[in-house]
């Protein structure tokens, strides 16, 4: 079956229509999510934990270990939620990354206060709409 040359025309227009709606929202996406500089400078200037922080005493890794499964059982979270640093020094917990939600943020907090019983809790947690 042969097709015809005013399809052909309308079938090429539409495939670059197509690949360049693509290719902007790439591009978008790109910007809105990928300039991390504000992030990386307060990580590098020590003024923050992050997972170089880790202590590897018994007692913080299970402080650590504790709050993961205890986000990881939590079915309302997003994956985003669960994958959190969680950093643990001394009996002091830094919980540091994006969130979804207020909501989530809260959860989070309130699950971490819960598996570590007494341990001392900073949320640092982000929510990104």
Request: aromatic share 0%; charged share 30%; hydrophobic share 35%.
């Amino acid at each position: 079956m042969k097709v015809k040359e005013p399809m052909k025309r309308t079938l090429l227009v539409l495939a670059c229509l197509s690949a360049l709606s693509v290719a902007a929202f790439a591009a978008e996406d790109e910007k809105t999510n990928s300039d991390n500089t504000a992030t990386n400078e307060r990580d590098r200037s020590g003024e923050t934990k992050t997972s170089g922080d880790q202590s590897n005493s018994s007692a913080d890794l299970k402080i650590t270990q504790a709050i993961r499964q205890a986000l990881m059982k939590d079915d309302q979270l997003s994956m985003t939620a669960k994958n959190i640093k969680i950093i643990t020094a001394n009996g002091q917990v830094t919980l540091r990354g994006p969130v979804k939600t207020a909501q989530e943020k809260s959860k989070i907090d309130q699950l971490a206060r819960s598996a570590a019983s007494g341990a001392k809790i900073e949320n640092q947690l982000d929510v990104k709409h």
